[in-house]
C-alpha cells in the first residue's frame, strides 16, 4: 500500500466520536452530547441535542435520511427538511442501543446492542437488521458453534460484498450478509487492540482505529493485515477515533477523540 497523504484539515471545533462524510458537502458529526452538520469549511448549518451517549450514534441513507439513537435509546428517523422526527423503531429496554448503520446496498437498519450483567463475562451484544418500515427482519448473535459473536458492538459498517464489519471489545468480527461468522480480527503483533471506528474502501479494504496504539489498521476484505499499518502513533494524528470513507474522491476523513479537527488522508489512485 502507498504511503497515505495528508489532503487537507477541518477544525469543527469539537471533538469526533463519530463521523459520516455525505457526498458532496456536508458531514454529519457527534461529540457525545450534540449531532451536528457541517460542511467541508466547517460552518455549521443544523444541530440536534436529542441524541445518546452511544458510540456510532447515527447513520444516513443513500438518499441522505438521517437516522440516529435518540437519548431514550431507540432509533428516530428524521425527514429531508429536518422539521420531522419519527420513532421508526422501538428497542427492548433490557438491550442498549451503541450503534446504527443503514446499509447502503439494502436501506436496511443495523442496530449494535448490549446486554450488560453483573458479571462482566456474561454481558453479551448482538445485531438486529430492521427493513426500511421499522420491522425486525434479522437477528446476528452466534457463531455456528453457538459461541457469543458480540459484546459490545460499538462500531458498524458494510463491505461491497455485504460483509457487516463490527469494532467489538477486543476484536473485529465480520460476517456475510447472512450473519455468518467469516473471521475475527485482534490486531497485528500488538499486544494491545481496542477497535473503534471503521469503515471499507474502494478496494474492499477494511480499515479500523486502534484506540490502544493511536493507529490506522488496513486489512483486505478476508481479514489479511496488509503490508504495513495505514497510520502510526505520531503521524500527524493525535487519537483516530471514527472513520468516514468518500468514495467518490476516494478520501478517508478521520475524526479524534481527543482533537477537533478533522483529517483527510487519500491512499488509493483514482485510476485503480
Not at 466547517?42 to 440536534?48: E, P
Request: proline share 3%; hydrophobic share 30%; with cysteine.
Amino acid at each position: 500500500m502507498p504511503h497515505p497523504s495528508l489532503k487537507t484539515s477541518l477544525d469543527v471545533r469539537r471533538f469526533c466520536h463519530y463521523l459520516f462524510y455525505v457526498a458532496p458537502d456536508q458531514i454529519w458529526i457527534s461529540d457525545g452530547y450534540n449531532l451536528i452538520l457541517t460542511d467541508t469549511c466547517g460552518v455549521i448549518s443544523y444541530q440536534l441535542s436529542d441524541i445518546s451517549q452511544s458510540y456510532q450514534v447515527h447513520t444516513v441513507a443513500n438518499d441522505g435520511t438521517l437516522f440516529y439513537i435518540s437519548k431514550d435509546f431507540h432509533i428516530k428517523k428524521m425527514s429531508k427538511d429536518k422539521k420531522e422526527r419519527i420513532e421508526l423503531i422501538k428497542l427492548e429496554k433490557s438491550w442498549k442501543p451503541m450503534s446504527v448503520l443503514c446499509s447502503p446496498s439494502t436501506g436496511d437498519l443495523l442496530v449494535g446492542t448490549h446486554k450488560s450483567h453483573t458479571d462482566e463475562r456474561n454481558s453479551k451484544g448482538k445485531i438486529t437488521r430492521y427493513n426500511s418500515n421499522g420491522q425486525q427482519v434479522q437477528t446476528i448473535q452466534y457463531d455456528n458453534n453457538g459461541e457469543l459473536l458480540y459484546k459490545y458492538p460499538g462500531y458498524l459498517s458494510e463491505n461491497r460484498n455485504g460483509d457487516i464489519i463490527v469494532s467489538d471489545w477486543h476484536r473485529v468480527v465480520v460476517t456475510n450478509r447472512e450473519g455468518e461468522h467469516r473471521f475475527s480480527y485482534r490486531g497485528h503483533s500488538e499486544p494491545r487492540f481496542s477497535p473503534w471506528g471503521n469503515c471499507t474502501d474502494t478496494l474492499s479494504n477494511i480499515l479500523v482505529c486502534n484506540m490502544k496504539t493511536k493507529s490506522v489498521h488496513i486489512l483486505d476484505r478476508d481479514g489479511h493485515f496488509l503490508l504495513s499499518y495505514l497510520l502510526r502513533e505520531g503521524e500527524s494524528m493525535v487519537e483516530p477515533h471514527t472513520l468516514s470513507y468518500d468514495e467518490r474522491n476516494n478520501l478517508l476523513w478521520i475524526g479524534s477523540y481527543n482533537s477537533t479537527k478533522l483529517r483527510v488522508y487519500k491512499y488509493i489512485d483514482s485510476r485503480e
